[in-house]
């Protein structure tokens, strides 16, 4: 939650209350950590490497790394948005293996993260 402060106009509790489901990420015996969760895909945006790693090891270090991991075992779709750039080998290793998996990577360009008026600035530079 404290990502969402640091990191977007919202506030926590307008998410909370927008989610159809709200677990703390400590709790890892919520429901949604356990492969009978009525789920078809699951999204981690963004993804940190450190959340990556944990996944691509099967590091249930929270409720996130659990709730993939059990996606990967019951063959859903799980997606995952990496906010890291640039990749280290390891990253990339770590990346590369969830994809053979079947976890799909989506990368999350900068150009989406930056604000309007440096958008426009580089868009006329790069002309």
Do not use: C, W
Not at 13 to 33: C, H, K, R
Request: hydrophobic share 45%; net charge negative.
């Amino acid at each position: 939650m404290e990502n969402i402060k640091l990191e977007t106009p919202y506030d926590p509790q307008n998410i909370i209350e927008m989610a159809d489901f709200y677990y703390d990420n400590n709790n890892l015996d919520a429901s949604i950590s356990s492969g009978s969760f009525q789920v078809d895909a699951m999204v981690i945006a963004p993804a940190s490497m450190k959340t990556v790693a944990g996944i691509s090891i099967g590091f249930d270090a929270d409720l996130i790394m659990r709730a993939a991991g059990v996606m990967i075992k019951e063959n859903k779709q799980l997606i995952l948005v990496p906010r890291e750039t640039p990749l280290s080998a390891i990253h990339l290793e770590n990346l590369t293996k969830l994809a053979k998996l079947g976890v799909q990577i989506i990368p999350l360009y900068h150009l989406f993260m930056i604000s309007q008026k440096l958008f426009k600035i580089l868009s006329t530079i790069s002309q």
